[in-house]
């Protein structure tokens, strides 16, 4: 466990609750999570619409942890965090495509309902090829696993995003050159 500490550390600023509560207990559990992370890492949405499902599925189920640590990938991944903020009102904001709209309902609904309309099936594949319903899906499914293991151990908001927000203070800092100031 030194190691899975010191890599998480590395990786993240911190090491992350869901690591102390749950790997701590159940050192198999690292295994599986590390599968499941190579796997996520072959589907080949766009980053954005991955992390927008993610998030708006761990919103919808009451994640923080969850919600926190898609929102310190965004920052990482320098995505803006307009959108992120804006999820609850995909539906009518401007700032979503249809696309993104077809997507996140269809997470939504199965989210709330484990099944989807035809309406919403219908809207979901004028955007999207077999493959890609199926990663849609797929990343619903699997975070909708991780916020079952979370909520009910009560894990909760691990400081992730502001950690990742002052790391990339401090890389436009040390990007940003320093100005003579006279006078």
């Known amino acids: 466990m030194r190691f899975v500490y010191w890599m998480m550390g590395r990786k993240f600023g911190k090491v992350m609750i869901p690591v102390k509560v749950v790997t701590a207990r159940m050192s198999g559990s690292l295994g599986l999570n590390r599968k499941l992370q190579k796997f996520h890492k ?3 949405l766009e980053p954005e619409l991955k992390l927008m499902v993610r998030t708006l599925t761990s919103e919808i189920n009451g994640c923080g942890f969850c919600v926190d640590l898609a929102q310190s990938e965004v920052i990482r991944e320098n995505l803006g965090m307009e959108k992120f903020n804006a999820l609850a009102e995909y539906q009518t904001s401007p700032l979503f495509s249809d696309r993104e709209r077809a997507a996140l309902a269809y997470a939504e609904e199965v989210t709330r ?21 199926v990663e849609i899906t797929w990343l619903n499914t699997v975070q909708n696993y991780t916020n079952l293991v979370n909520i009910p151990l009560e894990i909760e908001f691990d400081g992730l995003c502001a950690i990742a927000k002052s790391e990339t203070q401090i890389e436009h800092d040390e990007r940003t050159p320093v100005q003579n100031v006279e006078g």
């Open 42 to 44: 072959k589907i080949q």
């Open 113 to 133: 309902h484990k099944n989807v309309s035809d309406a919403t099936f219908e809207e979901l594949r004028k955007h999207f090829n077999d493959r890609e319903i």
